[in-house]
T-cell receptor, first 114, second 109 residues
Framework: DARVTQTPRDKVTEMGQEVTMRCQPI?????VFWYRQTMKQGLELLAY????????DSGMPKDRFSAEMPDATLATLKIQPSEPRDSAVYFC????????????FGQGTRLTVV | QKEVEQNSGPLSVPEGAIASLNCTYS??????FFWYRQYSGKSPELIMS????GDKEDGRFTAQLNKASQYVSLLIRDSQPSDSATYLC?????????FGQGTTLQVKP
C-alpha cells in the first residue's frame, strides 16, 4: 500500500512546548515536501528535500522551526517553542523526480497550540 | 502577482451541469500542471496532470492548458454532489510545487 504516512494525526499542546511531526514518504520517492495549511493562507510550502538534502526552507520561521531527514524513510518537522499562531494542519508530501513531477500527500497532522 | 492564482469561489452548479475551474500562473517557463481535489478535513488528492497544450480527458474530468495565455482549467462534466470539494491548482517552480488558494465547488442536487 504505497502512501505517505504522517504521525501524529492530531496534536494538542501548550504554548512553549516542543512539537515533533513525522513523515514516512512513499518508498522510492526522493523528494519530500512539508506544507502548512490554514484557512487564511492556504497551502504554504515550508521546506523540501531531495535525496535527503534540504533544498529550500525559506518558508519556515527559522527561529522556531526545523526540518530534517535523518534517513530516506523518515522526515521530521519540529517546532520549538510552539505558539498559538502555529495552529494549522501540517502536510507532508512525497514525489519522484527532478522537480517537475507531482506530489502525493499524507493525511496531515492537525496541530492545536493553546 | 501571486505565482498561482485561482478564484476562491464558491462556485455553485446544479447536479448534472459542467463545472469550470480556472487557474493562472506567472512563470512562462512552467512545463507541468496539476489539479488536486481536497474534501473538507482531508488531504489533497491528485486527480489530473497535464504537460502539453490542449486538452487531456480522464472520465468526467478534462484539463485544458494554454501556455501562451498562462492558464490551465479543469472541466467537470455531469457534476455530482460528490464532486463538492476544493480544487487546487499546482505548478512546479524551481523544484518546488506551488499551490493556488483553491476554488470551492458546490454541486447542488
Amino acid at each position: 500500500d504505497a502512501r505517505v504516512t504522517q504521525t501524529p494525526r492530531d496534536k494538542v499542546t501548550e504554548m512553549g512546548q516542543e512539537v515533533t511531526m513525522r513523515c514516512q514518504p512513499i518508498l522510492g520517492h526522493n523528494t519530500v515536501f512539508w506544507y502548512r495549511q490554514t484557512m487564511k493562507q492556504g497551502l504554504e510550502l515550508l521546506a523540501y528535500f531531495r535525496n535527503r538534502a534540504p533544498l529550500d526552507d525559506s518558508g519556515m520561521p527559522k527561529d522556531r522551526f526545523s526540518a530534517e531527514m535523518p534517513d530516506a524513510t523518515l522526515a521530521t518537522l519540529k517546532i520549538q517553542p510552539s505558539e498559538p499562531r502555529d495552529s494549522a494542519v501540517y502536510f507532508c508530501a512525497s514525489g519522484l523526480g527532478g522537480g517537475d513531477t507531482e506530489a502525493f500527500f499524507g493525511q496531515g497532522t492537525r496541530l492545536t497550540v493553546v | 502577482q501571486k505565482e498561482v492564482e485561482q478564484n476562491s469561489g464558491p462556485l455553485s452548479v446544479p447536479e448534472g451541469a459542467i463545472a469550470s475551474l480556472n487557474c493562472t500562473y506567472s512563470d512562462r517557463g512552467s512545463q507541468s500542471f496539476f489539479w488536486y481535489r481536497q474534501y473538507s478535513g482531508k488531504s489533497p488528492e491528485l486527480i489530473m496532470s497535464i504537460y502539453s497544450n490542449g486538452d487531456k480527458e480522464d472520465g468526467r474530468f478534462t484539463a485544458q492548458l494554454n501556455k501562451a495565455s498562462q492558464y490551465v482549467s479543469l472541466l467537470i462534466r455531469d457534476s455530482q454532489p460528490s464532486d463538492s470539494a476544493t480544487y487546487l491548482c499546482a505548478v512546479p517552480r524551481t523544484g518546488k510545487l506551488i499551490f493556488g488558494q483553491g476554488t470551492t465547488l458546490q454541486v447542488k442536487p
